[in-house]
């Protein structure tokens, strides 16, 4: 059954949750608060609107500082946010929120890799869970808020919904996801991907290195989490194990701050894809080997460079999007021909079709470049290919009757950045919050989300949690 918040029935349980009312011992304040929340006009409301909205009351002050003190967890100077996987930095932010969940009374556990749970148990706690989170690593310079709005925010809503007096019936539970960014290891979402149960990169893991040639699974070890290779699948969630995830998330974009609108209600999350790409050419002196005679494939990787741009204009679409964030030439000297180069390409889109006629076209390039300098294509590896995800609409609803009970403005729209979200929801209905950001800057240090912006998407996330612990 689908529950419905009215203004009066959230009025009622405001009124209702202070704690003299709660400290009633001939009424079961679990289930009157569940009444309460799931529309049931059990008393009229005795207060305005605007005294209810107030009462769902974010400690914005706190929470900041807790965005401040993560920062500081960091491998390059502020204002910028270097947080590798299974860094040191990283293993101290972790503990940072693991204290931040025990202290909001959460139950924590971690699973083989690092992703962190802290559970507020429901007092129906057969049902499956509502899940929140996001993540906390942060690429090399970039800034304080990408993810870590979306963890420090949905612990800070357990926080606004305890102070409120409410009880949740489905467990609430906060998720901090072992590396959505593909730094180390070159693989995004690495957590949550194998959360929701991906066989091919429980075995590719198996394999992996970092650019210092440190295994995944050494590296794990060395952050305290598994060793063993037969770990993995304990990963796997279980079918059903969430009713519904909800992930905050500064938008990363400047639709909100342009449009002066609070809350982004994301739709529908654009397909990622990123490949990588190795050149081998014979090299040489860079005086001595004349231009006939070269195969310079650092010339081979900057003509697919272009060709990638080439495609990706040509789609037609101003959705599609590809980016070449990673070339690097062998041997790297001046008076050097390059003799190996290697490009990390990332390319995206709503429209998965047109996304995959981009890879299909950057493929036939890479042959073609390589044939035409005598060059060897030695590897074209498609290392992730998503399809896009789509919203759920029960959650999109809750999400937009949140906004309006909260007086805030609000717009639906789609999330061009991936996000843990687009994995998760191969295994629970999922929805995305949106907040504005400074000129929709991301993966920068000048990243910035202001208190109040920040404030408006926990209560929304709040509210968003109670409505869905309730069905
Ligand atoms: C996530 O960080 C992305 O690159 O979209
Ligand atoms: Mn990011
Ligand atoms: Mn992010």
Same mark, same amino acid.
């Given at each position: 059954m689908s529950l419905k918040f009215s203004h009066s029935a959230i009025i009622v349980l405001f009124l209702c949750s202070f704690p003299a009312i709660l400290a009633d011992e001939e009424e079961d304040p679990t289930i009157k608060t569940m009444e309460d929340f799931s529309g049931y006009p059990i008393h009229e409301p005795h207060s305005s609107f605007q005294n209810t909205v107030s009462s769902l009351s974010v400690d914005t002050q706190s929470l900041q500082k807790q965005i401040d003190e993560l920062s500081t967890f960091s491998d390059t100077p502020a204002p910028s946010v270097t947080r590798i996987l299974y860094s040191d930095k990283d293993v101290l932010a972790r503990r940072f929120i693991k204290n931040l969940m025990g202290l909001s009374g959460l139950s924590v556990r971690e699973d083989a890799i690092g992703n962190i749970f802290g559970r507020w148990e429901g007092y129906n706690p057969d049902l499956s869970a509502v899940g929140t989170g996001s993540h906390i690593d942060a690429i090399p310079?970039?800034?304080?808020?990408d993810g870590v709005v979306g963890v420090l925010g949905a612990i800070e809503a357990i926080n606004v919904l305890k102070r409120s007096g409410f009880k949740p019936k489905r467990s609430l539970e906060v998720i901090l996801f072992t590396?959505?960014?593909?730094?180390?290891?070159?693989?995004?979402c690495l957590g949550s991907r194998l959360m929701a149960g991906s066989k091919a990169l429980a075995n590719a893991l198996k394999t992996t290195v970092d650019g210092q040639n440190i295994s995944f699974f050494d590296a794990a070890q060395s952050a305290g989490y598994t060793k063993d290779e037969g770990d993995l699948s304990s990963v796997f969630l279980e079918k059903g194990s969430y009713s519904a995830f909800v992930e905050l998330h500064i938008e990363q974009g400047p639709i909100l701050e342009d449009e002066g609108i609070s809350i982004g209600i994301v739709t529908a999350i654009a397909a990622p894809a990123s490949i990588k790409v190795d050149f081998q050419g014979n090299g040489g002196h860079a005086g001595a080997v004349l231009m006939p005679n070269r195969n310079d494939v650092g010339l081979a990787a900057a003509e697919l460079a272009l060709a990638v741009e080439r495609y990706v204009l040509e789609? !037609?679409? /101003?959705d599609t999007v590809g980016t070449v964030g990673i070339l690097e030439l062998h041997? !790297?000297? /001046?008076n050097s021909i390059p003799s190996k180069s290697h490009l990390e390409i990332d390319t995206r889109d709503i429209d998965e079709e047109r996304r995959n006629i981009v890879i299909e076209k950057i493929h036939q390039s890479a042959i073609t470049i390589a044939s035409k300098r005598g060059a060897n294509l030695s590897e074209f590896k498609i290392v992730n290919q998503d399809p896009p995800a789509l919203s759920d609409k029960s959650i999109l609803e809750a999400m937009e009757a949140s906004s309006k009970e909260l007086n805030l403005t609000h717009k639906f729209m789609i999330s061009r950045a991936y996000h843990d979200s687009l994995f998760m929801a191969r295994v629970s209905p999922m929805g995305m919050i949106f907040i504005p950001c400074y000129k929709g800057y991301s993966h920068k240090p000048e990243e910035y989300a202001s208190s109040q912006d920040i404030s408006n998407g926990v209560k929304v996330l709040a509210l968003t949690l109670a409505k869905l612990s309730l069905q």
């Open positions: 310079y970039s800034g304080k808020y590396s959505e960014e593909p730094t180390r290891f070159g693989i995004s789609s !037609g679409s /101003i041997p !790297g000297a /001046i």
